[in-house]
């Protein structure tokens, strides 16, 4: 299977990517798996790069201490409690919602306020990513993730009969750094470049600002008068346009969708097994209303008739009596309703990647602050969460939603990024690079496709890299007239 995908994908690694030879990345981004000063360990030299390859600006790669970790690969205990000494915005808004509803709030209600919150939600205001940030992704890892993913989309697209207008969506894209990547490694193939639409569906003012300057964007005026104006991105010269939803982007066109660590931040519904069946597990205030604290309902729940009967349909009665609490992501269920129905109709795949499984989720609700596990309830606003997603549900939802798409994998992201010839990119990039580059390249790669803790690491234990090869997974969602998209066959 795996080299009949290569086979497809070897020709766009060598018609561009390798021959081209385009230069590794430079700037921190790469560098982020320990305590270190990026300047001495890996700030590649500029100067090997051709100049518009180079994505960083010198600004950026001024030296930085950075702590980071991948946040699915976090053991820590909780932190302790501590108490805010006056309550956040967004706190006196949650309090006043349970306050003025007469009762708790669900889970996932608690998380959609937390992380998206128009006024103080955790990614509304800011970046949330690397250094100083939060936690680290596979694109802030390597610069071969998002060129792997844009292998992806380019194999697509010549499945998909190399259309001349193509709509590519990418769903939280966070500092805009896979799409980036994607467009710089994919720049030498004219055609699929100038078919390019891009849509970025974001619903953080501020990441869109982020996104907007990695992007090198310009706004165009579309008239004399500058009435309208239309926004160019330079990495590829594509037109680009911001939503802050799936919905809103135009259809009609082929389309491909990707949604990289996208599925983990939307809300879940959590169950808990009780003597009295299966109860929602619910947000409160303490007595005192000092802090937030779990309760759970007392009758069946709206969501728990609905969505966990729906959900427990598609299990098999095992897996189903072996677990003592369940996660549920309806808003999931929704965005692949939606996916579906548009590549159906349009015309085009989607690729979703993130850390979850191939069944029903258990308990995995996380919160991280600053690369640590913390409690879900403390300081809500100040923390990401997260929760693993449920692949078997995607694929339900897609093949509920329509008879014209067809669901592929999941398969391991190590699969994924091998089968898509990420070894032979990895070559290519050592072959013209400095000894520290070399170094930050073979831990990259190791990053994005190893399994467990790095066997080549000599720093502090509680900073040994953890591969991410084996937990992330990647699934995709086509158009059934496509065929089988690469690299699933
Ligand atoms: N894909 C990126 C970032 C992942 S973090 C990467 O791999 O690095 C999640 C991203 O989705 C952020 O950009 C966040 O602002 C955005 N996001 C989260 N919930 C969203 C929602 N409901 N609608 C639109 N964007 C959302």
Known sequence: MFRRALSRALPLLSNGLLREGIGPRCGPASFRFSLTSSSSSGTPDPSILPEEESREDPESRKPAISISIDRSGLHNPPEHLHEPHTDSELVKHLKSIIKFRGGPISVAEYMEEVLTNPHSGFYINRDVFGAGGDFITSPDVSQMFGEMVGVWAMCLWEQMGQPGNVNLVELGPGRGTLMVDLLRGSSKFSNFKKALNIHMVECSPALQKVQYDALKCMDEATNDDSSSKKTISMVSGSSIAWHSTLEQVPSGLPTIIIAHEFYDALPVHQFQKAS?????????????????????SPHPTTASLLYLTKRCKWASREEVTNLEHIEVCPKAMELTHQIA??????????????????????DSLQAIRQHKFVDILDDPGSADLSAHVDFASIRHCAEEASDGVSVHGPITQSQFLGSLGINFRVEA??????????????????????????????????LTPIGMGTRYLAMSIVNKKQGIPIPFE
């Open 341 to 362: 129905e548009r590549i159906s109709s349009d015309g085009g795949g989607a690729l979703i990647i993130d850390y979850g499984k191939d069944g029903l989720i258990s």
């Open 276 to 296: 009295r069946g299966w109860c929602e597990k619910m947000i409160d205030v303490s007595e005192d209303s000092s802090k937030f604290r779990f309760v759970l």
């Open 429 to 462: 990039l050592l072959q013209n690079c400095t000894e520290e580059q070399a170094e930050s390249l073979r831990t990259g790669y190791w990053r994005l496709v190893g399994d467990g803790e790095a066997p080549f690491w000599d720093g502090p234990n509680d």
